[in-house]
Structures are given as structure tokens and as C-alpha cells.
């Protein structure tokens, strides 16, 4: 399995038109130049993901991202200025070199400045921005280590990047402006209250699931293989019984059974940070056949955490 921290070698595949697997700080990514339709193409069919489901595009800095779009509004330069990089991206009109196929013929284009050192260096390196979904297979919980994504997808990718474990461990929070109101499409790693405190209130539109063209919002999302439920635990398990049943809780353990706690200090960051990487521990556990998971408090990165466990917890139709 090629894997390393070698920034040289991950140009290089990059610069061939192949598949990458790069570590940001909220989840890993599956890379690809967006401004070539045929290495972009190559992203959904790795990930088996819908042409309707857009890409973000990754670039170096908020001067480097503003090339791609044909407007640079106020609030843009905002949020870019307070978050950038980090766990943020701004939906923005599309510029004419951004290909079709990366915004799925929609007229705003997704657009983040990450975090994380190495893919910083390497977009600095790169003559071009890179089209990156989150490493998964579609419709599974996203990748927050190099194993998870090797797991998966390691015999699509050229190389994977190892920039350890992603410290936000959620994927970023969408904005965009529509009809003159700031709107969060996507909960994310950047919490409200930061956002708030920055452009003031916002609307949040992230609960249809009627509307797939609009960001992360496919109703049954980051869902493991096997049954997940959300609720109370004690009463799940009351229902449900012990034997085969392991519990994904926030602060408090719950002894007699597998159970993973997200944060016993009762931190939403440590518990964002840790949320995939035990989804996927339960999920790969072979004693275990269902997941009762309780929701966190609904403040901070809480929200966004909710609406990860809700998503996963909605059946799916196919599969
Ligand atoms: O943190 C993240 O955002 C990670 C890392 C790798 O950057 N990426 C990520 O990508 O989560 P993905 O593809 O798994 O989720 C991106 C969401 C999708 O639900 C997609 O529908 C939405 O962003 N999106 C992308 N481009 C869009 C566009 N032009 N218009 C509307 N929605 C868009
Ligand atoms: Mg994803």
C-alpha cells in the first residue's frame, strides 16, 4: 500500500491525473487536479458517488480560490479572513475554468482552504486547485485516518498522504448566500457560534433531504453497515438487549456491554474529533450487530454531531 508522508510523490500522481488521498483537518479526502473532467471523473467512480453530488475544491489560499469564482462578495472575504484555513467552505458563482462535472452543472462552485500542513504544502506546490469529496465510499462514514481510507479505497488511490489523525474530525460547515441571507447548508467543524460572532445570525437549511443538490444533505449519510440506532440507551437497551448490542455515548459509560464514550470530560470538540474513527470500530467489530447511539448536547460542534447521528441512523433504501 503506497502510504507516507512524501509530498513530492503525491504531486506527482497529482500531476498525472491520478487519485490522492490527502489529509485535511476535518476528514481525509480523495483528491484529484479539478480543473482536468477526466481525473475528476475518476473521483466518482472510485467512490461509486452520483454525478449529481457535487465536489469541493481545495485551493492554497483565499487569493489562489478567488481565480475560480467571478464574484468576491463582502461576506466572502468575511469569513475567509476569520476562518480560512480551516473548516469552512463558501459556495460561490463559478468561474469559467472550474469543469461541469466538479460543481454537477450547478452555478456556484464549493470552494475551502484546509488546514492541514502537508496538503497545504502541497497545494502550494500545485499549479492547480484539487477536487476532493471525502475518502469514503458514498454513503459510508467519512475517513478521519490513512488506515480507514486504505481500508476502503486504498487499491483506487495512487498514494495516500499520512497527516495522522484529522484534529476536527467532522467535515466542514457549507455557506452560501441565498436570496441576500447568509445560509449554512452544511453543520460542520466551524461551530454557529463562531460564524455568529463573525456575519452575525445565519439561516440554517441543512434538514431537507428533498433537495440533494443542496450540500451533505442526502438523508441517509455517514451511516455504518449495521443498525444504528439514536435514543435513550437505557431504554434502547431495554428494548433491544445486551447480547450484540454496543453503545456510542457522550460523557457517561455504560457498563455490560461494548461501549465507546465520545468525551468522558464532556468536550464536543474531543467528541467530534473521535465520533468517526468509533462509528467505524463498532461497525468493524465483529460482536457487535447493532449501535444505539445518544445524541450530545445541541451547542458548539454538538449540532453538527447530532446531524451525523441522525443521518446514520436513517435507513437505507438501497443495499
Ligand atoms: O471537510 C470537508 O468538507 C471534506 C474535506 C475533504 O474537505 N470534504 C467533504 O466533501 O466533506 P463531500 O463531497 O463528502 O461533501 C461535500 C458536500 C456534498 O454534499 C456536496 O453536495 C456539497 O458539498 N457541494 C459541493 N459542491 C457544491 C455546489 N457547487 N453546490 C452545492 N453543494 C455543493
Ligand atoms: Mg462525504
Redesign the pocket.
Known sequence: MPIGKDIARAQEALEAGLLVA?P????????ANALDPMAVASIFRAKN?PEF??????ASSAGAARAFVTEWPDWAEALANAFWPG?L?L?LP?GPMIPDL???G?????L?V?RHPLTLELLQRLDFPLA?????PFGYV?PTLPEHVAAQLGEQVAYILDGAGAE?G???T?M?MEEGVLTV??L??LSLEAIREVVGDVALRSHSSSH???????HS?YAPLKPFYVGDIPEMLARHGQAGSATLSFSKAYEGQRNEVLSPEGDDRIAAAQLFARMRALDADPSVERILAELVPEDGLGRAINDRLRRAAVKRTHT
Request: without cysteine.
Open positions: 490527502i485535511t483537518e476535518t476528514v481525509y479526502g480523495l483528491a458517488r453530488d457535487p465536489l469541493i475544491v481545495h473548516p467552505t459556495l463559478r466538479v460543481t454537477s450547478l452555478p456556484r462552485v464549493a475551502r484546509p476532493a469529496p471525502s475518502a469514503n467519512s476536527v467532522i467535515e466542514s457549507i452560501g447548508y452544511r460542520g467543524g440533494p443538490a443542496a450540500p451533505g444533505m442526502l449519510h
